[in-house]
Each structure stands twice: as structure tokens, then as C-alpha cells.
């Protein structure tokens, strides 16, 4: 399943685009081939879904972190280098934009027209079963490119057929929906999704399945849902102050269908309640269990939840929906084991994320604990009493990294992890904020040549379905003690390994209203989730069903999904946000460097952040000279929650060729519509 967007440049190219599955089919493009030819068997269905796997679906082929690095970027991990987004000034209007892609979601229509046309006319051999299946996966595939294109975008053209090569339709078709609009549209996809496709028809699971569509309709409902919530009144959301696309003739008179925006955020809601529901259901009993302990020796007993992310095969657990494969005999690898060894290809966790985690009793970091308190003087220190996920996932200096197969040479393995080096910035072996994640890992050297490696990569867990319902259900009521909230809560932490007892609270850890009882918000303003609109959350319970959410689901590139729709960025817009890691000056980790090597003057030459910005180091803020943005830290703009409409596809839609206003596209929230220049606010 290969990653690989088909970009088109512009969008008056699309007539040009061909239809990326002749490979597999091993025949001429359809696009330039006699119609007939095709789709007429199941084998040619099948070998043109197969081909959408690799042009729709995530993967992390070859070198890097792979999915676990996805979450850089963020509060929860940073790179060697800060992204622009966070600059003033350095994101700029394009003249082309490669995010605005149309070549699948146009391949994936033309097959999927043509199938189904041939299909009520019954003239495709084959099995009934694998057939529907199949039309199931297109649907699948084209609501997963529009929730892509909705993340990015907002408003979208909706099209649903592979347009004719003519100007004037293709023109025509530039129509920019309303986002909840489009939101609606992919919910329809991924219901046709999931009646048309077969419960078994890969018990490997390798293949999208009817549970795949409905968890991934859950995840586009919540998103929807909550966009809707914390972006209502303003230029972000349909008839919002300031909307754009009020602009526009063909949306002067818009309505929501619901009637209402807050009937239109309830009506998303209850569809991700259910759709999350109906997983939770079918899988909380088959839930991998954290046993708190990091296997070091062959003799140890396995951790299955540990062992679950780091497996080549993960066929055996049952919770992982959909997962693609690496093998020798596929002929796709990857490096994700050789990362774990070192440094994560030098995206590291931030002091943000290791301090969002509770401790082992379900009380935050700064609460009162049975017997202990927290400590950062040390990694080993953290990990002593911590939250069990984060126990057995931060990397501790004097671990064993690999244990099995150990008669390979060691050009590419660290048997035993070492201090973090944060003096190099090498890609491979360099640490970028001294914290780094062992999730993926499995101590096998067999795995570990450099891009040789055959971990599985997580698509869809079941997990999810428990937190979507949790936060949806509670966005629904504001209670706590509604529906199944407490039973998938206390089911997720159960998983995740909590056992113990916070003195003077009733409850054990695996009862998060013990966590809710001791949370200071005031206290949590390292966690961007912890913010809407700028302000600091008051209901306890939404932060910490977010806390929940950003801990279970770290590294498995949801992160960012989650801060734009909570709107969890707009505080950065006054005051900037300064990057950490982990606990450099003034603890025993400090005498882990000879002090002759740290260099913290803030000149071009510094390789370490001064301890006068702060004890904790910061990885963009070594040089302090002009040269680097991000000097004082992260700052934030409004129109950064959306990406800028690339100017030539406004000229070229225009009937002049020219006059951008005579384009029926209309430009995201606070961008200009000049090329070369910098969101207005």
C-alpha cells in the first residue's frame, strides 16, 4: 500500500491525468483505451483496487520513523527542524499547490463508474461476493482521499465522475461545497463502503473491510463535528462572519440541511456515536493488554500490547483492523526497527508529551501520589511510576535495544541504548530532544538492515472506535455517565495496563474520574489540546478525554487531525509556544555530556539551548542569532488551519485566464490571493 500521490498540476491538467492502475492490469491506461476492455472480471477489479492501495492508503517505505514519526510537528514530537507553519512570514501563497491533487479521486471515479455500470449489467465475471467487495473498497478509497482533501482544504468540489476532457465542464465542476457538505459525501461513500463489502474476505487483514469503513465514518463524523463546534461564527465554517464562499453566487443561498449549525454538529455527532459504537462493541474484549514491563531477555514474557506495534506479521491481533505488510517476497521494506535502535531518525517526544501522561495511579504528573512524586531528574526516573503506556514506550539509557538474532554483525543495531546524543544533528543516529519512543520496536536484529526491515504498519486499530465514541458522546451531552463513556474509558485504560491505587481517592487508576478529581488546568498548558479558541479549557472531563486520546494514540499519526478541530492552535497567536525536551541543566543528565562539548551561547555555532531560556533543552532555540524564526518560539496565524488555494488554478478557471474574481473558486480564510505572499492574519 504504497503512498503515492498522483499530483496534477493544474487543475485544467486533470484532462490529461491517466488512470494509475496499468500496472497491475498490465494493459493501456482506460483513459485511452476502448472502455470494453475493461472491468469485465473479477481478477481485473480486483488488480485495479490493489493498485488504489498503493496510491491512496499511507505508507512509510525505506528510511525514517515511519508511521511512528508522523506526529512531528507537533506538541507531541519535533525534528531537527521546526516547520514553517509555526514561522511569521515563511508560508507563502503559491502559484501551484501539489496538495491540490486530483488524479486519484478522478482514477477512482472513472473505475468506479465504469464497474458499476458494468456491474447492473451483470457483465463481470467472477465471485458476487469478492465483485461487491471490491466496488465497496472504491468507495472506501474515495472517501479517504476527500477526508485527506478536508483536512487540507475545507470547501471542495464534490465530483463523483471522471469529467469529460472540455473546458466548460471541467470549469463548471471548480465549485467549492460547503465543508460540512462535503463531509456528508464522504459519510455516503463509506456507508455504500461498508454495505457493499464482504465481512471476511481477507482474514489477514490487509484488505479494507465493512469494520474499517464504519470506524473510519466515526473518525470523519467527530472531525466534521467538531470543526462545526469550535469554529462556529467564524470565516472557517459554512455561513460563519467572513465565510468566503458567501462570495459566490453559487452559494449566496446556502442552508445547512440540518437546519441549523448546532442541528448540523448534532447530527454529526450522533452519526460518529454510532458508527464508533458498533466497533467498540465488536471489539472491546479483544483488546492487547499492556503488562507494564519491557521484555529484556528471550527468557521474559511477552507484552502483547507492547509486541503488537512492532510485529511483521499482525495478522494475530484482532483489535488491528487494517495493516500493511512488508516482506522480502513483496518486495517493500522498511527501516522502522533500525530507527527504534537509534535516535527515531531524529524525531523525539516531547517534554509536552511525556508530562501529559498520568502516573501509574491515574493522578497527573503534579498531584499527590501514593507514596512517590514525580521526577525528571532522570529518564529512568520518569518511567519509575509512570502511566504504563509511557513506561514501557520511552527509550531509558542502559536498555537493551536487541536480543534475538544477535550473530548478525552490528553496523546497524545498538544492543544497548546509550545516552540520547543531542549533539549531532545526524538524521540517522541524532536524538532531537533527548526523548525518544520505542513503540514499533521488537529487539529482533533479523529486522534491522538499514531500509531492510519488515515491521507492520498500523492502518485502523479498534481501539479508536472507544475514544471517538467516548469524546462524541460527551461533545452529545456533557455527561459523563452517559451511554458507554465510563465503560470504554476504564476499557482503554485497562488495556493500557493501569492497576493502581491513588491514596485519598476513591478508585483504582483505571477509573479516569481519579484523574478528572486532581486535574489543574492551570497546570496543563504544555498540552495544546488543553486550548480552544485561544482559552485555556474549563470542563475537565472534555481535557481529559483529549489527555486520553493524545496518550493511547501516540504516533500513530492522528495528532495533528486532532489540534484543527479542536482549534487547538489560536493561543500561539499571543503568546508563543517554546518546543522542549527533555531535563538538561542542573540534573544528573547534564553530567552525561563532557561539559567542554556543550555549547550554549546562543551563537550560530551553539548545539544546546541556554539554561537561562530554561532548564528543559530546546531544540530550535540553540541559535539565537537573527537567521532563525524560531528564536522566540512558536507562533500561530489563523489562516494557517488551512492551506492556500494555489493561484494559477484561479486564473486558469477563469474565464479571462486572468481576473482571479471571475474564478468560481474563492480563497481559504486569511490567505491573499497573490502569489509570494504571507497569510494576512
Known amino acids: 500500500m504504497k503512498h503515492s500521490y498522483q499530483y496534477i498540476l493544474p487543475l485544467m491538467a486533470w484532462m490529461l491525468a491517466a488512470v494509475s492502475c496499468s500496472d497491475l492490469l498490465n494493459q493501456e491506461p482506460p483513459s485511452y483505451a476502448v472502455p470494453e476492455d475493461y472491468y469485465r472480471s473479477e481478477d481485473q477489479l480486483q488488480a485495479a483496487t490493489n493498485q488504489f492501495y498503493t496510491d491512496v492508503l499511507p505508507s512509510h517505505d525505506g528510511w525514517g520513523y515511519g508511521t511512528f514519526a508522523t506526529d512531528s510537528n507537533t506538541d507531541n514530537q519535533a525534528g531537527f527542524s521546526a516547520d514553517s507553519k509555526y514561522g511569521t512570514g515563511l508560508w507563502l501563497v503559491g502559484t501551484t499547490n501539489d496538495n491540490w491533487a486530483w488524479s486519484n479521486i478522478r482514477n477512482i471515479n472513472y473505475t468506479l463508474n465504469t464497474v458499476l455500470e458494468r456491474y447492473e449489467a451483470d457483465e463481470i465475471s467472477g465471485s458476487d461476493t469478492n465483485i461487491r467487495h471490491y466496488i465497496g473498497e472504491l ?16 470547501d471542495l468540489p464534490i465530483i463523483k465522475e471522471a469529467l469529460a476532457d472540455d473546458e466548460t465542464i471541467l470549469v463548471e465542476n471548480n465549485q467549492r461545497s460547503p465543508r460540512n457538505e462535503v463531509a ?13 463489502m464482504a465481512t471476511d474476505i481477507d482474514s489477514r487483514r490487509n484488505r479494507v ?13 467527530l472531525f466534521e463535528a467538531s470543526w462545526l ?37 448534532e447530527y454529526f455527532l450522533n452519526e460518529a456515536v454510532a458508527d464508533a459504537e458498533q466497533i467498540a462493541e465488536a471489539y472491546i474484549g479483544q483488546l492487547s493488554q499492556n503488562t507494564c514491563e519491557v521484555p529484556q531477555s528471550e527468557s521474559d514474557p511477552e507484552n502483547p500490547y507492547f509486541a503488537m506495534f512492532g510485529e511483521d506479521d499482525m495478522s494475530g491481533y484482532p483489535e488491528i483492523l487494517l495493516w500493511r505488510e512488508y516482506s522480502e517476497g513483496l518486495g517493500i521494506t522498511n527501516n522502522v526497527e533500525v530507527m527504534v535502535n537509534f535516535g527515531n531518525y531524529g524525531v523525539g517526544l516531547t517534554r509536552s508529551m511525556v508530562e501529559s501522561f498520568v502516573m501509574e495511579d491515574g493522578l497527573p504528573i503534579y498531584a499527590s501520589h501514593s507514596g512517590f512524586s514525580y521526577s525528571d531528574e532522570t529518564i529512568a526516573d520518569i518511567r519509575e511510576h509512570a502511566d504504563p503506556r509511557l513506561k514501557i514506550f520511552l527509550k531509558e539509557p542502559g536498555q537493551l535495544n536487541v536480543f534475538l538474532n544477535m550473530d548478525s554483525d552490528k553496523d546497524h543495531f545498538v544492543e544497548e541504548e546509550s545516552y540520547p546524543d543531542i549533539l549531532t544533528t545526524s538524521a540517522e543516529n541524532g536524538y532531537s530532544t533527548g526523548y525518544t519512543m520505542r513503540k514499533g520496536g521488537s529487539f529482533d536484529k533479523a529486522r534491522t538492515g538499514n531500509g531492510a526491515g519488515y515491521t507492520g504498519s498500523i492502518t485502523f486499530r479498534a481501539t479508536e472506535a472507544l475514544l471517538n465514541y467516548m469524546e462524541a458522546e460527551y461533545m452529545l451531552t456533557g455527561n459523563i455517565n452517559s451511554g458507554k463513556i465510563l465503560e470504554y474509558w476504564r476499557a ?11 491514596a485519598g481517592f476513591t478508585g483504582t487508576a483505571v477509573d479516569p474520574q481519579v484523574t478528572i478529581a486532581a486535574t489543574v488546568m492551570e497546570n496543563e498548558k504544555l498540552d495544546w489540546g488543553a486550548y480552544t479558541a485561544g482559552s485555556l479549557l474549563t470542563d475537565v472531563t ?19 487531525m486532532d489540534l484543527i478541530r479542536w482549534r487547538a492552535l489560536d493561543q500561539m497567536v499571543d503568546e508563543p509556544y517554546h518546543v522542549e525536551g527533555f531535563h538538561l541543566w542542573n540534573t544528573p543528565m547534564e553530567d552525561w555530556y563532557d561539559a567542554s562539548d556543550l555549547v550554549s551561547d546562543g551563537s550560530s555555532s551553539a548545539n544546546v539551548s541556554a539554561e537561562s531560556l530554561s532548564e528543559y ?8 542569532t537573527s537567521n532563525n524564526s524560531y528564536r522566540n518560539g512558536y507562533v500561530w496565524h489563523m489562516a494557517h488551519y488551512l492551506q492556500p488555494l494555489p493561484i494559477e488554478e484561479f486564473q486558469l478557471t477563469s474565464s479571462d485566464y486572468s481576473t482571479i474574481e471571475l474564478s468560481p473558486l474563492y480563497q481559504n480564510p486569511y490567505w491573499p490571493t497573490t502569489a509570494g505572499m504571507p497569510a494576512e492574519q
Open 209 to 221: 473491510s465493512a469494520d474499517v469503513a464504519t470506524l473510519f465514518r466515526s473518525r470523519v463524523a
Open 184 to 196: 456528508r459525501f464522504i459519510l455516503e461513500d463509506l456507508t455504500s463502503a461498508a454495505d457493499y
Open 617 to 624: 533543552y530546546r531544540p530550535y532555540e540553540k541559535n539565537m
Open 139 to 154: 468507495y472506501f478509497f474515495r472517501a479517504y482521499c476527500y477526508f485527506d482533501m478536508l483536512q487540507k482544504w475545507g
Open 492 to 502: 482503554v485504560r485497562t488495556a493500557a495496563g493501569f492497576t493502581g491505587t491513588a
Open 542 to 560: 472534555l481535557y481529559n478525554i483529549r489527555r486520553e486520546r493524545r496518550c493511547e494514540l501516540m504516533g500513530e499519526a492522528l495528532r495533528w
Open 229 to 265: 463546534t469550535n469554529f462556529k461564527g467564524t470565516p472557517f465554517v459554512p455561513l460563519g462572519d467572513g465565510w468566503p464562499g458567501a462570495e459566490k453566487d453559487y452559494n449566496a443561498d446556502y442552508e445547512y440541511p440540518s437546519g441549523s449549525i448546532d442541528a448540523e454538529i
